[in-house]
């Protein structure tokens, strides 16, 4: 079990910046994954950047605006946000994610934050 805690949402103008925070607790490890999504009114949850040991990834639509990163204890992940459109307006959810094994399968086991909303607007 995972808890996640975020912080720093709010509303910022356009070309403006935000850092979002997320820390987790419980069973967590330096393998697993730790992430970002988004959601906007209307459309579906969908993945903003993630980051591994291994690497980060990003949505096409955040590439060279946004920046996630991890602290050195590897319970903190951050996502910077520069250069904000409004189209970035949306409620963004930390999420962890841990291999498993269900019934001898290996899995991946989701943990969620509260989620924090983010707003864009002039």
């Known amino acids: 079990q995972v808890q996640l805690v975020e912080s720093g949402g709010g509303l910022v103008q356009p070309g403006g910046s935000l850092r979002l925070s997320c820390v987790a607790s419980?069973?967590?490890?330096?393998?697993?994954?730790m992430g970002w999504y988004r959601q906007a009114p209307g459309k579906e949850r969908e993945l903003v950047a993630s980051?591994?040991?291994?690497?980060?990834d990003y949505a096409d639509s955040v590439k060279g605006r946004f920046t996630i990163a991890r602290n050195d204890g590897w319970n903190t992940v951050y996502l910077q946000m520069n250069s904000l459109k409004p189209e970035d307006t949306a409620v963004y959810y930390c999420?962890?994610?841990?291999?498993?094994?269900?019934?001898?399968?290996?899995?991946?086991?989701?943990?969620w934050g509260q989620g924090t909303l983010v707003t864009v607007s002039s």
């Open positions: 980051i591994t040991r291994g690497g980060t």
């Open positions: 419980g069973s967590i490890s330096s393998t697993d994954t």
């Open positions: 999420n962890y994610k841990q291999p498993g094994w269900v019934n001898g399968r290996s899995t991946t086991f989701d943990s």
